[in-house]
């Protein structure tokens, strides 16, 4: 029988709670709770100077870890390869206000006006850090496309408007959600962390 488990998610961003929560409930089914940082009162920024998605993943995860509790961080964002990988890490404050999306989208456009090569990733890096010191659980997921000239669909968040997928012929704003979770970066991703914390819980 495998255990149950309360995992804090690095995040009070309810969008991608609630992604996040559904996914792993997918996943895992009633044998995760997933707690937001607003849950349990943590109250600082957490720093994210990595280099990459997954060091910015872990520290946000090892600064929970450190209260005690079994903790999950996720960073994703978009790659574009025109712009030698931008905006990269810095992708929820592209523009420079964090979580400010019309803004960033605008910036993107602004960047790639004239720019034949369209090619972009979206890219999600997991990291599960625990208390006790075991070692973290990492896992990544991409998804491939192409950003379109302008934004289509109501749905989704970030660059989703923009990010066109071609086997859907769809931007992931134009997708639900259950078949933006089967392709998603962060679905993957997810599956993969999942997978991994399965084995982890049997042991």
Not at 86 to 110: C, F, I, K, T
Not at 124 to 148: H, K, M, N, S, Y
Request: aromatic share 6%; proline share 3%.
């Amino acid at each position: 029988m495998m255990k149950t488990m309360t995992v804090v998610l690095a995040s009070r961003n309810k969008g991608k709670i609630a992604e996040l929560d559904r996914l792993l409930r997918a996943e895992l089914g009633d044998r995760i709770t997933l707690k937001s940082l607003d849950d349990i009162g943590f109250l600082e920024e957490i720093e994210e100077n990595g280099a990459t998605f997954s060091e910015n993943a872990l520290i946000k995860a090892s600064a929970i870890a450190a209260r005690g509790y079994i903790a999950l961080a996720d960073d994703s964002g978009l790659c574009v390869e025109a712009l030698d990988g931008e905006p990269g890490v810095y992708s929820a404050r592209y523009a420079g206000e964090h979580g400010n999306d019309a803004a960033n989208n605008a910036l993107l456009l602004r960047n790639l006006a004239g720019v034949e090569n369209r090619r972009a990733a979206f890219v999600c890096a997991f990291a599960c850090v625990f208390p006790d010191g075991r070692t973290p659980i990492l896992a990544e997921g991409r998804v491939e496309g192409e950003i379109l000239t302008a934004p289509r669909g109501s749905g989704g968040f970030g660059y989703d408007p923009l990010f066109y997928y071609p086997p859907l012929e769809k931007t992931l704003a134009e997708i639900g959600k259950e078949e933006k979770n089967s392709i998603s970066h962060r679905g993957a991703a997810v599956r993969a962390f999942a997978a991994k914390l399965a084995a982890a819980m049997k042991g």
